[in-house]
């Protein structure tokens, strides 16, 4: 069954606002499931950890089914395998430090040109701690994928850790991680997903594709800004925690530095109950499918994310269709509309005579919002050579995002072009 886009947008209190999200690639607006978990737990359960009292008692409830719901979501063996902090980048800071607790000098690590800075800095700065070289693999710049090659002469080097992207927020490719993965083991290195730009447009399984850690940020999948990082339980259990004492040696806790944002949890909580219900009521198509493999939450995660993806195909073939017609458009990233499966709808994009700053002012001023830069994937517009003239103007829709709003996208960008360049 299709998406109801009616429906879907009903359960978004800010989509009443005239205006056309596009922006979805920097941060999703708000499920209203989330903010309900969120309002419940402040008003009524709001109290620290581990008390012997009832909200305490409560308030661990929640917390506890935060983690239950973020392992179901990703399909990780329990809930011990999820540790939440601020953000996707202060958890890899965070963990890098333990990561690269036993590398030595001479040691090699992997890096990607694709990747958002949060997944290279971090662990450039433990490559420089440890006296560990950093290899780096790039990407074709004519259609945004990562050359597998040079992945694979990287890896010749024995590497202790490979960082990759799930997709990528600036050209959208959907890297093919499985395979990585395995190329990456092969060589004996652990391997450090970014997930963050793929949560909200498909369906994840960490156990499928075998991947060491994986992080992703709910302020990208329809919840509060907090992060999530999936690791292997065997690996947080060995490895050496920067923590204060009293907390405890076990995962996740010894990562869950400091009292954690419990009412972000409550809405991390809150957004995996809002795709559950989008799967619970839309993703019939999809049980059979998953059915052997996934049951309950699991199931009803796997189907709403298997829907998404396939309205967002839709979608992306319209803003394909639309940014293609207008002229002095030229777009950075895999534009065959063949390979659509090989890509999340993130559509970067320069437009002749204007620079992506004023391309957003103009779209802004039709209230339409679009980001424009590099997105902290300053690898990326470096690589393009994009990066001294301002980067790319982005648009990103999710599945929230209508046919009308592309529509209407596409007129504004064919004003834009018409009226200067
Ligand atoms: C691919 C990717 N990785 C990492 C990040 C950083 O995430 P956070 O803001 O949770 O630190 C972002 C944010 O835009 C991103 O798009």
Redesign the pocket.
């Known amino acids: 069954m299709p998406l109801d886009l009616q429906q879907i947008r009903q359960q978004f209190p800010s989509l009443r606002r005239p205006a056309i999200f596009l922006d979805n690639?920097?941060g999703t607006q708000i499920a209203q499931a989330s903010l309900d978990r969120m309002l419940a737990y402040l008003t009524q359960h709001n109290a620290n950890h581990e008390g012997v009292f009832a909200t305490s008692r409560e308030s661990d409830a929640v917390l506890e089914e935060a983690h239950r719901a973020m392992a179901d979501f990703l399909n990780a063996e329990c809930p011990e395998e999820i540790v939440f902090g601020n953000?996707?980048?202060?958890l890899t800071l965070h963990i890098s430090r333990s990561i690269s607790c036993t590398w030595k000098p001479g040691d090699e690590i992997v890096v990607t040109h694709l990747?958002?800075d949060?997944?290279i800095t971090p662990w450039v700065l433990a490559a420089q701690d440890r006296g560990v070289s950093v290899r780096w693999v790039d990407f074709h710049p004519e259609d945004g994928t990562l050359n597998l090659e040079e992945m694979g002469k990287a890896l010749e080097g024995k590497p202790r850790l490979l960082a990759f992207?799930y997709?990528?927020?600036a050209l959208g490719t959907i890297n093919p991680v499985k395979k990585v993965v395995e190329m990456a083991h092969a060589a004996g290195a652990l391997v450090y997903v970014?997930a963050?730009?793929y949560a909200p447009h498909g369906p994840i399984d960490v156990q499928a594709i075998d991947c060491d850690f994986l992080v992703c940020?709910s302020?990208?999948f329809f919840g509060p800004h907090t992060?999530a990082l999936y690791g292997r339980y065997a690996l947080l259990d060995e490895l050496f925690p920067y923590k204060v004492r009293p907390v405890p040696n076990d995962p996740p806790g010894k990562f869950e530095t400091g009292t954690q944002n419990h009412e972000g949890l409550a809405g991390v909580l809150g957004a995996i109950e809002y795709l559950e219900w989008v799967g619970g009521t839309f993703g019939g198509d999809y049980v059979e499918k998953y059915a052997e493999r996934y049951s309950e939450r699991r199931l009803r995660l796997k189907q709403a994310m298997a829907t998404i993806r396939s309205y967002e195909f839709e979608i992306s073939r319209l803003l394909l269709d639309v940014l293609e017609e207008t002229p002095g458009v030229t777009i950075y990233g895999l534009t065959d509309p063949r390979r659509l499966e090989e890509r999340v709808p993130t559509f970067s994009f320069t437009l002749k005579g204007w620079h992506p700053r004023q391309v957003a002012e103009e779209l802004d001023k039709a209230g339409i919002y679009v980001w424009d830069g590099n997105?902290?994937?300053s690898a990326v517009t470096e690589r393009l050579g994009l990066e001294e003239s301002g980067g790319m103007v982005r648009v990103g829709p999710v599945h929230y995002n209508t046919v009308e709003e592309i529509d209407r996208l596409g007129e504004a960008i064919r004003r834009i072009a018409t009226n200067k360049g």
Do not use: C, E, F, R
Request: proline share 4%.
């Open positions: 690639p920097g953000n996707m980048t202060s990747d958002h949060a997944n992207g997709a990528s927020n970014d963050v730009q940020s302020y990208k992060g997105y902290y994937a």
